[in-house]
């Protein structure tokens, strides 16, 4: 799942050499040497690259993303030498294609995507683990030992293991907010349905809910990744799915058409924001939020909730008498949904091909997936940064030092199985509650939850493991790639282009561009593999329990 981070505070050159100094004089936890380095003194030391993605958020005065405070704990407290290669989150794909195309892509390749590890498995970029695994993994091949869905997950057609993996436990990922005082002060309840959601937005725009006499609030997002995610959600024109037994592809077909005609509506009733499609990361919906001018808010909780949990609290700043609370998935005309979540278990690491030292690669996924490891890049140095109690949950010593030393980490534990730690310490985000702002939005966290991963209602994205399409499927289906320009154009092109031309285009585009062979491709996947089809229904019990 593909959202943004949030501001994190600058650390201070001196902060940074004391904490460098901090990380080579503790005598921590932080500081012992991890299972998978405590080897042979006179073995070899490997080296390899790795890739890391670059947010622009670690300033300056920190170093770099790839070289900093906690990339050189890596390389001293890990197994291996590793050069980590930064792209640009957006442009990582992009920027690896050109790379493998040239031969010069790096050793590891760590990625959300997971069509991308599809396309290099289909191009034949990935090298099978299997066998690295079996004779040279120590924590790693324990890992999959007690959660044998790795290995399942991390397969390809052809039987063998590509890609490595790490266990989350479900957690959410889409969240609609709204503001409960606007609510209150227009009469309004919650609202349950599409219909009601549409009323309230419209109240939100032209009953001036903030009182200063002009009409500057909109009723909601819909511009950017997060925003349109959620009205997917809504509508069921997030995911493919199996109804009787037969595919069903939402985005040529009402689903997707009710999705675009539900956003026109908003759009030409200018209850959202007319430059909506100028917002392609969703930070104009964001700054509209914080600063108390949207209603309700589709949003993401990026990698962990610290995004929301921000955006909530300079929201209070904004506007002190503020109240939020998080809104069910509301009704829409094909039933009610939970929205886009991150799954339990998600596959990020697959090793190139052409990777010279495949074993030195083995240490350092084995070095990612410890606790220790796992523990110092979610917490920071037991002892300097956190204290640890009986349960092995970690306490923060200074939040703010935190802040502000944590910086240039958060990419690092893309591997880190959070889902293995004691329970308490799987949350994403610590709340202090001597902070009445943040046992607030715990709050919030726990009506999400309850609503979002509710038992009683279909998942969004119902099934985990569709198959990566082959080569000419994917040729195929990037043909077919400016089907969303057309539903969006039809959003803001008013009676001159409506939602049921653009579903003529958008249907004969399919037809054209062969994409009914992608359907038959997974209507016959679905057909021969009805016994392997993994529900996230299921799926989240199973993990949550195991």
């Known amino acids: 799942m593909k959202h943004s981070l949030k501001n994190i505070s600058t650390l201070s050159l001196t902060s940074l050499l004391v904490g460098t100094t901090l990380l080579a004089g503790c005598s921590s936890s932080g500081d012992k040497p991890s299972a998978s380095s405590a080897t042979d003194t006179n073995a070899k030391r490997g080296s390899i690259s790795v890739t890391l993605y670059d947010r ?18 890596m390389n001293e407290k890990g197994p291996v030498d590793v050069k980590y290669v930064p792209f640009p989150r957006s442009e990582q794909v992009q920027k690896l294609n050109l790379m493998f195309a040239s031969g010069e892509a790096p050793d590891l390749i760590l990625e959300y995507d997971g069509g991308f590890f599809d396309q290099l498995y289909a191009q034949k970029q990935l090298l099978p683990l299997d066998d690295l695994i079996a004779k040279h993994s120590t924590s790693y091949k324990k890992l999959m030992e007690k959660y044998p869905q790795l290995k399942m997950l991390g397969q390809k057609d052809d039987g063998k293991t590509y890609m490595f993996g790490r266990i989350l436990g479900a957690k959410n990922n889409d969240f609609i907010l709204v503001r409960k005082d606007w609510l209150t002060k227009l009469h309004l309840e919650a609202p349950k349905n599409v219909e009601e959601l549409f009323q309230a937005a419209k109240a939100f725009r032209e009953n001036d809910p903030d009182g200063n006499g002009q009409k500057d609030t909109f009723g909601l997002n819909i511009g950017g990744a997060s925003a349109e995610s959620v009205i ?41 924001d007319k430059d909506f499609l100028t917002d392609k990361n969703g ?8 600063s108390g001018k949207l209603g309700f808010y589709f949003a993401s909780s990026g990698v962990d909730n610290a995004s929301l949990l921000d955006e909530y609290k300079s929201l209070l700043k904004n506007v002190p008498g503020a109240e939020v609370i998080a809104l069910p998935i509301p009704a829409g005309p094909f039933g009610q949904f939970n929205p886009g979540f991150k799954s339990p278990i998600q596959m990020t690491g697959g090793i190139n091909a052409s990777a010279k030292d495949p074993e030195a690669i083995m240490k350092y996924i084995d070095f990612l997936v410890e606790e220790n490891t796992i523990m110092t890049l979610k917490n920071g140095i037991e002892g300097v940064h956190y204290t640890k109690n009986s349960e092995g949950v970690a306490t923060p010593i200074d939040p703010e030092k935190n ?103 958008v249907q004969d585009l399919w037809k054209k561009s062969g994409g009914q062979q992608i359907d038959q491709f997974y209507s016959d996947w679905i057909k021969n593999n009805a016994d392997k089809i993994i529900y996230n229904r299921d799926f989240i019990k199973t993990i949550n329990n195991q």
Request: net charge neutral; aromatic share 8%; charged share 25%.
């Open 283 to 290: 930070e104009k919906g964001k700054k509209d939020w914080v």
């Open 403 to 505: 802040k502000k030393e944590l910086v240039g980490v958060l990419d690092l534990h893309i591997m880190s199985s959070i889902g293995t730690l004691p329970k308490a310490e799987q949350v994403t985000v610590k709340l202090d509650p001597k902070i009445p702002e943040e046992m607030k939005f715990g709050e919030i966290l726990k009506t999400a939850d309850a609503a979002y991963l509710n038992p009683a209602h279909d998942f969004a994205y119902p099934i985990l493991n569709w198959p990566g399409l082959p080569t000419n499927l994917q040729v195929i289906n990037k043909s077919t790639s400016t089907i969303n320009d057309i539903w969006k154009k039809s959003i803001v092109s008013g009676s001159q282009y409506t939602t049921d031309q653009a579903l003529a285009d």
């Open 56 to 73: 622009g958020k670690v300033p300056p005065e920190a170093g770099t993303v790839a070289n900093n405070m906690w990339t050189k704990w």
């Open 232 to 272: 997917n959600s809504i509508f069921n024109n997030a995911s493919r799915s199996v109804k009787d037994g037969k595919l069903v592809n939402p985005n040529i077909g009402e689903q997707a058409k009710a999705a675009a005609q539900f956003q026109k509506d908003l759009f030409d009733g200018g209850i959202v």
